[in-house]
């Protein structure tokens, strides 16, 4: 990689993640960010009096438990009403994004780690890495929204050593 005289690389040799803001990235760019783990996929509660967000093992009825993808992605949000597709200032906002998240750690100034699709050039090791929700869910579908308590999960808040 070039290196300027002051000893850092050139602004054009950055990735595209540490040069531009979120607002300033493409759809294509925006869209790369996801790592695609589906954390933010989980249904998560709320705690009327404090506030406090718990995750559940429970995840989006239109989630592919093998994949991590939405089966329809286009049409998320009139599916599935309640669905919060995310822009950058949301981003910044939403206190329930998982902290291993592309969006976030860039919002935030901060890199992407080894297993994100973006640095391994392989969008598996986000799975190898155990990151992803793959193999630990249970679609919405199949809960009544009474028994989500039954589901609480701490590890979609979790952030890898």
Not at 88 to 109: F, I, N, Q
Not at 117 to 132: N, Q, R, Y
Request: charged residues 30%; glycine residues 6%; hydrophobic residues 35%.
């Amino acid at each position: 990689m070039p290196v300027q005289e002051n000893g850092n690389a050139s602004d054009s040799e950055l990735p595209f993640w540490k040069r531009l803001t979120l607002e300033e990235m493409s759809t294509a760019e925006w869209e790369s960010l996801c790592d695609g783990c589906a954390r933010c996929c989980l249904n998560k509660l709320e705690d009327w009096d404090t506030g406090e967000i718990v995750w559940t093992a429970i995840a989006c009825q239109l989630l592919d438990d093998e994949s991590c993808r939405c089966s329809d992605y286009p049409n998320r949000t009139t599916r599935v009403p309640d669905c919060i597709p995310l822009d950058p200032e949301k981003v910044r906002t939403l206190s329930w994004l998982p902290g291993t998240c592309g969006y976030r750690l860039v919002a935030e100034g901060r890199d992407l780690y080894w297993w994100h699709p973006l640095i391994s050039g392989d969008a598996e090791t986000v799975h190898e890495a155990g990151i992803s929700v793959t193999g630990r869910t249970i679609s919405e579908a199949d809960v009544a929204i009474e028994d989500y308590e039954d589901f609480l999960v701490t590890w979609p808040a979790e952030r890898p050593d």
